[in-house]
């Protein structure tokens, strides 16, 4: 079999663990694997790279994705549709492995209901997709904010200050739920709960009175205010209709300095937390999706994506990746509640 792979959407770590899996798997049973550059818009301008064992080697520990990603969306493209149809016939490929989050996998769900044979796996940091319990890149960017949150910690107390830091994420609160559980945030600030500035500022004020003078606010760049829109970078979508988010970190830092007379610094992680090495759990979490992945393309399962269910990888209908918004399991978030202040 001749099989394509490409990598859509923001890039996250882990995802030259799926690359590297499936290239090995293949290879081992004689077939081949193409790479297609950049994600979709290497299927419209038909870009291909070789993938054989030499350009898997030593990929494992490296982030990023040396396939290359873009947000080209082909449904956006005057004659995208037919243009990826057609390259698709002419590379010869059996099959296509699409990885990536809610946008690629929405585009590889609508290609394989008008009959390319995809097989999808999900990926991304923010960990937002229903049909899977986890995503690979969750876990890094988990990691990177706590360690984030545990350096800030030191540099908080010993100027007596309040640190806020704007995590990503999207319209969930994943990373800052699970970073803020992890680091010890004094309170945490999520997309699924709108923002309440006075309770924020009344708890890290209690915290001062019982002898803590400083703090750590998390909050998620998709947080609002109780009344106020959701802060953006800038007002343009891109070709998903997403708009980028970004700033509620300094908004918020000003008001609680205001309020509360606390010097108040504001950290943005912004793209630290999708850069560098997988953690240990995304590279076994990708390698086992990229296995199953190429289980699912020879059993010609199409229209299917790879899924993590408990601890065992489950197979779905495409369609599922992308149905529904996973927002933050609010008991997480009572747990998370029992320290702020
Ligand atoms: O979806 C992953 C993500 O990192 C979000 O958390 C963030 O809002 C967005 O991508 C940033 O996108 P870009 O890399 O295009 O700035």
């Given at each position: 079999m001749r099989i394509g792979i490409l990598t859509g959407g923001g890039d996250c770590p882990g995802l030259n663990a799926v690359i590297r899996a499936v290239v090995r798997k293949a290879i081992s049973q004689k077939d081949e694997v193409i790479?297609?550059?950049?994600g979709w818009r290497g299927l419209l301008e038909k870009k291909t790279m070789p993938l054989d064992l030499e350009s898997v080697s030593g990929i494992l520990p490296k982030g990023g994705t040396i396939i290359g990603t873009s947000r080209t969306n082909p449904y956006k493209t005057e004659g995208g549709v037919d243009l990826v149809k057609k390259n698709y016939a002419q590379l010869k490929l059996d099959a296509l492995v699409a990885i990536g989050g809610e946008d690629t996998l929405g585009v590889a769900t609508k290609l394989s209901q008008e009959g390319l044979k995809i097989?999808?796996?999900?990926?991304?940091?923010?960990?937002?997709?229903?049909?899977?319990?986890?995503?690979?890149?969750?876990?890094?960017?988990v990691n990177i904010v706590t360690e984030c949150i545990d350096r800030l910690h030191t540099t908080a107390e010993s100027h007596n200050r309040v640190m806020v830091v704007e995590v990503m994420g999207r319209h969930a609160g994943w990373i800052a739920a699970y970073s803020g559980i992890a680091g010890g945030a004094d309170y945490i600030l999520v997309p699924e709960i709108p923002i309440d500035v006075e309770e924020v500022c009344s708890s890290i004020k209690k915290r001062h009175q019982r002898g803590k003078d400083f703090s750590i606010v998390v909050v998620a760049e998709g947080a609002a205010f109780k009344k106020g829109d959701l802060a953006l970078q800038d007002k343009e979508l891109d070709e998903f209709g997403h708009v980028r988010l970004g700033g509620i970190g300094n908004k918020l830092g000003e008001l609680i300095e205001k309020k509360t007379g606390f010097e108040t610094r504001v950290t943005v992680l912004g793209h630290i937390q999708r850069g560098g090495t997988p953690t240990a759990f995304d590279r076994v979490l990708g390698t086992r999706f990229g296995v199953r992945v190429y289980e699912l393309i020879k059993e010609a399962k199409f229209g299917k994506m790879v899924s993590l269910r408990g601890n065992k990888i489950v197979d779905v209908e495409l369609k599922e990746a992308t149905g529904e918004l996973k927002t933050l399991d609010m008991k997480l978030y009572d747990l998370a509640k029992i320290f702020f202040g």
């Open positions: 790479g297609i550059r950049n097989v999808g796996a999900p990926k991304t940091i923010d960990n937002d997709l229903s049909a899977t319990d986890f995503t690979f890149g969750f876990d890094t960017a």
